[in-house]
């Protein structure tokens, strides 16, 4: 049965929890339920592996809900002379779209032209992002007269505007991709566990064995054996690899800033793409489930903070550039959101870390004398070719079955709710709503609230559907990730969180956390003073 048609498994804490036996010896254990880790449980157990994934907190909790939200080839890493990595981030890009459409669809970007060579430059270097896409390609790159980018771009400045080009690539909802391969992998066979914390790495015969985990809501331990450990935490690996004997950092953080605000500020769904701001970063204004996501910034940060804040200069940077480019200028008061995302860039030798801008986005896969597998870097869009690259070598090091080495398994695997159905998927940049579940839009709409809204966007259904079938347990889980509410306005995720307690109180009978969310939502409201 496919995953979009079969009912629902259960992620009921208990049940997962009772699966794991401290006998059984597992092919694979990640450690890590961001898009990395979760990407590799679900390429392993397609592939027939006993598989076992454990995250600390919740899946996606750090950088890979923190996203951009944009499924992109890398428009500036063409700039940098990068042609292989755009021309596998475009290949991805396009098998991603394909296997879910319900949560990653096409978006058209305009780049406004100020000057006379602006649109014929850029317009050239998009022209050949076309050809490097090939088959893969979403739409051809159009150059726009003066009125057409005001056509595509309404608030966009007017003045000394000549011009324009439109370009397309992708746009997703993160967390909700992440709660798919999470969900698609448990229907292959995978055993999935977030809130599991990784306290120690255990070894036989001076070769790691399994891991030592502690529940982080009971306290609980246990202990779990497998043949070959991958430690995906993203910027957190060089914790695991100091246990491991391995001091010498592997990544240099480097932090994005995201803000959010009303769609007036860039009505309709095209995106707005600055690809050289006053100081050499890319500005995007991106329509994103009926609000626009301004940033991002690429600040190098010497601490792995759970919850990082953004910087003031930051702020002030996005908040400036973005009134360079908008006729209505957005002010402090104006934004509903704000998050920071912490970057896993691999850190070169004897390099200072000072430059992140410089560090490579592409990911590497290292496995040490003892045989843990460290992954780290890359970014959402190859999360699969990321997960293929590891498998293989883990087969390569003998640490799996040689049939590990093989790809493809994946390429074309639709994920839960990614039933084809002849209707056009509505964009992301439109809202919230029950288009997000896909195929499984049913099976919500079936539960005890379904006609109970809590907040635009978000009902009771919702909420019982998170418990029973997408792993959430805390008030931040449903809040910040099943549904995006804290992304998009911070105080209204605060307004209805004692609702959403209550019923997560019901549904699973362990404590939501309210006091804790209720804390996280005001670290998402920029200060006003």
Known sequence: MSPSKALPLTTRRE???AK???HTVYDL????????????ALDAAARGLKVVLVEAHDFAKGTSSRSTKLVHGGVRYLAQGNIALVREALHERSTLLKNAPHIAQPLPFVVPAYTWWARAFYGLGLKIYDALAGASGLGKTQFLSRAATLAGLPTVQPDHLRGGVRYWDGQFNDAKLALALARSAALQGALLINYLKTTRLLYADGKVSGLHCEDSLTGQTYAIQARCVVNATGVWVDALREQDGSPEPLVAPSQGVHMVVDAHFLPGHTALMIPKTSDGRVLFAVPWLGKVILGTTDTPRHDLAAEPLAFDEEIDFILREAARYLRIAPQRSDVKSIWVGLRPLVKPPQNDGENTKRLSREHTVLVSGSGLVTVTGGKWTTYRAMAEDVLHKCAESGLLPAHARKTGHTDQLPLVGAEPTAQTPKPLCAGEGWHSYGAEQTWVQALPGQDVWLCEGLSEAMVRFAARHEYAVQVEDVLARRSRLLFLDAR????????VAQILQEETGLDPSLDSFLQLARHYQLPLD
Do not use: S
Not at 29 to 40: D, F, H, K, S
Not at 494 to 499: E, L
């Open 15 to 17: 049940a997962l929890l």
């Open 20 to 22: 794991l036996d401290p």
């Open 29 to 40: 254990a990640i450690v890590g339920g961001g898009a990395t880790g979760l990407g590799v």
């Open 492 to 499: 209204l995720a605060a307004k209805c969180a004692p609702r």
